[in-house]
C-alpha cells in the first residue's frame, strides 16, 4: 500500500536528530531535499530549494554565539 502523508511526516520525524548544533544546515535541507525528491514529493533540485528557501545567516551567527 501507498505511503500516506502521515506515515511520511511521522518517518521524517522519526528520523530528526535533536543534536542540531552539531549539523550543518544547508548539508540537512539538502539531504532531506534529495529524499522528497526520491519520493515525487518535489520537483525542485535540492539546490533550488536552497538558493529559494534558505537564509543560513542566522544558523551561523546562532552557532558562533553558543560556542563562546
Not at 24 to 49: G, H, M, N, W, Y
Request: hydrophobic share 40%; no cysteine; charged share 30%.
Amino acid at each position: 500500500p501507498a505511503a500516506t502523508d502521515e506515515d511520511i511526516v511521522n518517518e521524517v520525524i522519526r528520523d530528526l536528530s535533536y543534536d542540531w548544533r552539531e549539523l550543518d544546515p544547508e548539508e540537512t535541507l539538502r539531504f532531506f531535499a534529495v529524499r522528497l525528491a526520491d519520493a515525487k514529493l518535489v520537483k525542485s533540485t535540492s539546490q533550488q530549494i536552497i538558493a529559494q528557501g534558505s537564509d543560513f545567516a542566522y544558523m551561523r551567527q546562532l552557532r558562533s554565539e553558543l560556542k563562546q
